[in-house]
């Protein structure tokens, strides 16, 4: 039985309890789903998700714009996480994807919102090149102005939902300055020629996912979101938003990760007693559980500080990102040690724990750069 305890901290208001409590109950009914067709499944997911509702905290209501609620963002991947690795990464990228359109689309781009809230549409972020990762600000991929279009070319990797997206939010060199003060953000949709499929890849947690050309993909300039070379600050407000509930996922993995962990402890006997009675599995089982607290303390402190109305949550996110990553993966760690041969044999949930964790500290920003970020912002400096 998962510790619910977390939702009558003060973090939450009512609402959030409700969601947590109907999610649960959704999830229980609806998860996990086939995964043998990864792309077939998020299709199905995004459906399904939609269906009922789930998907309207990804993005603004284009007829009643609020800003984004991240405790509630935060609290679904977290549940979705415990449930079915896929289910959250369906629902994350329905937000990470449309970001940039909620907070600084025009009203003809937010209608594309009515369609990814009710899952009839997907979306997909591209921001990284393959020689731009980590660093950002040094992308190659150019937009160039061509009457009253821009012309799109270059590649972007590691494109999730790359190949099952309906519409690409992608970032462009326009040149109005060197490095970071030089790139803009697009909105493309997924049937604009010169957009190919160029390579699918294979992650160890598998998701939909591809490198993608952009070869003379031509779009109107009204395809522009924001102002012309603020595309690098408006992919860091995304990525101000949507990192925390990073962390929420890590959190739904690592907490599922403890609860195969006690059960199995009560369950499994060894040397004529149930696996727990020994006190070095109850300080394995401790440090799961203080390290599961420390990380939700974190997330929401993030999550909260966002949705009171702070501009930036750089310091918070970032470091919860990487504590609820870091500590996750050691979490999972301890879950498979403690399942013995059974952690490693594949189709078990603690081996999928231990593959689904794994990217969470490499992408929307390496553990190292967060550190990186976190140094900076308590120098007092802007990261
Ligand atoms: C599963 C998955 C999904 C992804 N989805 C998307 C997506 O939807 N859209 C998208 O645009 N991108 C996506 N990415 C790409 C992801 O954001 C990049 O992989 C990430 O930014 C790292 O870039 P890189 O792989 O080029 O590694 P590099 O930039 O080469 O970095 C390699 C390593 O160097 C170290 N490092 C880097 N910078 C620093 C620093 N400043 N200080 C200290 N150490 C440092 C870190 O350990 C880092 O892991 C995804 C990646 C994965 C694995």
């Known amino acids: 039985m998962p510790d619910r305890s977390f939702l009558a901290w003060p973090f939450f208001e009512a609402r959030h309890r409700d969601h947590a409590e109907r999610l649960e109950q959704w999830c229980k009914q609806h998860l996990p789903v086939d995964h043998s067709d990864v792309d077939a499944a998020c299709e199905r997911l995004v459906a399904m998700l939609g269906r009922d509702g789930w998907l309207m905290p990804t993005a603004i209501d284009p007829d009643d714009p609020q800003p984004l609620d991240v405790r509630t963002l935060c609290i679904t991947r977290e549940t979705l996480a415990r449930h079915d690795g896929l289910a959250d990464f369906a629902f994350a990228m329905q937000g990470l994807g449309t970001g940039a359109i909620s907070f600084f689309g025009d009203d003809p781009q937010k209608q594309w919102l ?14 990284s090149e393959p020689r731009s990762g980590s660093d950002v600000a040094n992308m190659d991929m150019t937009a160039r102005r061509d009457g009253a279009d821009f012309v799109l070319d270059g590649e972007k990797t590691w494109i999730s939902n790359a190949g099952i997206a309906d519409l690409y939010v992608v970032f462009a060199r326009t040149g109005e300055a060197p490095g970071a003060k030089g790139i803009s953000c697009f909105l493309v949709p997924a049937d604009t020629p010169g957009l190919e499929i160029a390579e699918r890849i294979d992650v160890i947690a598998p998701h939909p996912m591809a490198r993608l050309v952009f070869n003379d993909c031509r779009v109107p300039a009204s395809a522009m979101i924001g102002k012309s070379g603020d595309g690098f600050r408006i992919a860091m407000s995304v990525l101000d938003v949507f990192r925390s509930t990073v ?53 929401y402190r993030a999550a909260w500080t966002k949705d009171m109305g702070a501009a930036r949550v750089t310091r918070e996110a970032a470091m919860a990102k990487l504590y609820a990553t870091d500590r996750a993966q050691s979490v999972i760690d301890k879950a498979v040690q403690l399942h013995g041969g059974d952690g490693v044999r594949k189709g078990h949930i603690v081996e999928s724990l231990y593959r689904e964790i794994r990217a969470l500290r490499i992408y929307e920003g390496a553990s190292d750069v967060q550190k990186v970020v976190i140094a900076r912002q308590v120098m007092g400096g802007t990261a």
């Open 114 to 127: 009515k369609k990814t809230r009710s899952g009839e549409a997907l979306s997909a972020f591209a921001l």
């Open 247 to 299: 962390g929420g996922a890590a959190l739904g993995f690592a907490r599922r990760a403890l609860d195969e962990s006690i059960s199995r402890a009560t369950s499994r006997e060894l040397f004529g007693a149930p696996l727990f009675d020994l006190q070095m599995v109850q300080g394995h089982i401790a440090d799961m559980a203080l390290d599961v607290d420390a990380a939700a303390l974190l997330v």
